[in-house]
């Protein structure tokens, strides 16, 4: 039905940047949410950051405002993650997901999942 894929995953230092892509393709006409979760070893996923995809209404996790951006290109079917002083806690594999609905917080209600990237933040 929907298919998600990310991209720019990848090792970086403490302080640096990383930009994560999800190009979404199939039967996308019905998605009202995109965002971003991520999972670190011995972790639950947790949401990290989600936009509207009507109004680009944008919606973070505390610990990341302020250093990370999400944004979407409506034509392309994109939305990325711009991550800017990344810390080792970000350390993780990210998510991006898809919701036919409003809801952006919980996993659970999350309607479509790509693969993931790893993100590794070294200290």
């Known amino acids: 039905q929907v298919q998600l894929v990310e991209s720019g995953g990848g090792l970086v230092q403490a302080g640096g940047s990383l930009r994560l892509s999800c190009a979404a393709s199939?039967?996308?006409?019905?998605?009202?949410?995109m965002g971003w979760f991520r999972q670190a070893p011995g972790s639950e996923r947790e949401f990290v950051a989600a936009?509207?995809?009507?109004?680009?209404?944008?919606y973070y996790l505390d610990s990341v405002k302020g250093r990370f951006t999400i944004s979407r290109d409506n034509a392309k079917n994109m939305v990325y993650l711009q991550m800017n002083s990344l810390k080792p806690e970000d350390t993780a594999v990210y998510y991006c997901?898809?919701?036919?609905?409003?809801?952006?917080?919980?996993?659970?209600?999350?309607?479509?999942w790509g693969k993931g990237t790893l993100v590794t933040v070294s200290s």
């Open positions: 997901a898809a919701n036919r609905g409003l809801s952006i917080r919980s996993a659970n209600l999350m309607d479509y």
């Open positions: 199939g039967l996308t006409f019905d998605i009202r949410t």
């Open positions: 936009v509207n995809w009507s109004d680009g209404s944008e």
